[in-house]
């Protein structure tokens, strides 16, 4: 009965990405909310003559779209529904795992892309700051580092599954 009850129990590292992906979530739907106040005001500002125009909606809202648009990336692929086609529906496990972990060599490669080119991107963003809003521009580019490292995060347990299957005979 205690071998049934510790395999059906998640691991710490699963409870941390369960726990992860759902902060990401919780982000997502923040972010997007407040996405709408900006672009509502660039909205009405360049319609009417009720609220003079802002210019710095426009650099808001291309600073939230961008991390809006990661965390998306993010929770996609924990979800395996970002880089994820369905080729072969009617393969055997050990196949589909085999060529997910393909696919998923694939986003890693992208991932590592994102992180070692993203850690670049923040360094020469680190004492600048935006044309209009003087906003601090490596919050912006952290985006990069920080998405590659989230997917190399969520890659881990989908590979270990992948592996466990095609390896351990769960056919």
Known sequence: MNNLAETTRPTLWRQFTRI????LSWLLVFSVGILVFPVT?????RYTDLIPSYIWTEEM???LFIWTIMIG???GVRESTHFEVDVWPQVS???EAFAKL????GILATALIFVSAGIEFTKFAWNRTSELADLPLW???MAW???GVTWIVFLGEQFADDLKIIFGGHS
């Open 73 to 75: 990336a993010m929770i």
């Open 61 to 63: 809202a291309r600073f």
């Open 145 to 147: 580092p920080v998405t």
């Open 20 to 23: 992860y992906a759902e902060i």
């Open 102 to 105: 393909l696919g998923r060599l």
């Open 41 to 45: 005001l660039q909205i009405v500002s």
């Open 139 to 141: 919050l912006i580019h």
């Open 93 to 95: 496990p050990r196949v």
